[in-house]
Nanobody, 120 residues
């Protein structure tokens, strides 16, 4: 059974920084694209950033220049380094990974979410 466990959320003042981590564990053949999404109260879940196994990245326009996504394939872990945080970044942040459990089967897995709160 595959699990994604996030850590690193918390309360930070505007302009501050946070680093989120998400570790995948369980029976996995390969991990493809990994990413972070967020959901603010009353809003739909939205993409923050994604990274392929080869390291190609994609960012939402709202976070470009303030956020860096990276991964450690040896540790099955994806990171989200956030700088210059704004109150509008307040949300529950979810890790998402496209994981092959066999050579022929892949599923999208989600973490449980970690709260990021940015105070003004």
């Amino acid at each position: 059974q595959v699990q994604l466990v996030e850590s690193g959320g918390g309360l930070v003042q505007a302009g501050g920084s946070l680093r989120l981590s998400c570790a995948a564990s369980g029976s996995m053949f390969s991990i493809n694209t990994m990413g972070w999404y967020r959901q603010a109260p009353g809003k739909q879940r939205e993409l923050v950033a994604t990274i392929t196994r080869g390291g190609s990245t994609n960012y939402a326009d709202s976070v470009k220049g303030r956020v860096t996504i990276s991964r450690d394939n040896a540790k099955n872990t994806v990171y989200l380094q956030m700088h210059s945080l704004k109150p509008e970044d307040t949300a529950v942040y979810y890790c998402n990974s496209d994981i092959q459990t066999t050579a022929w089967t892949a599923y999208a897995y989600w973490g449980q979410g970690t709260q990021v709160t940015v105070s003004s």
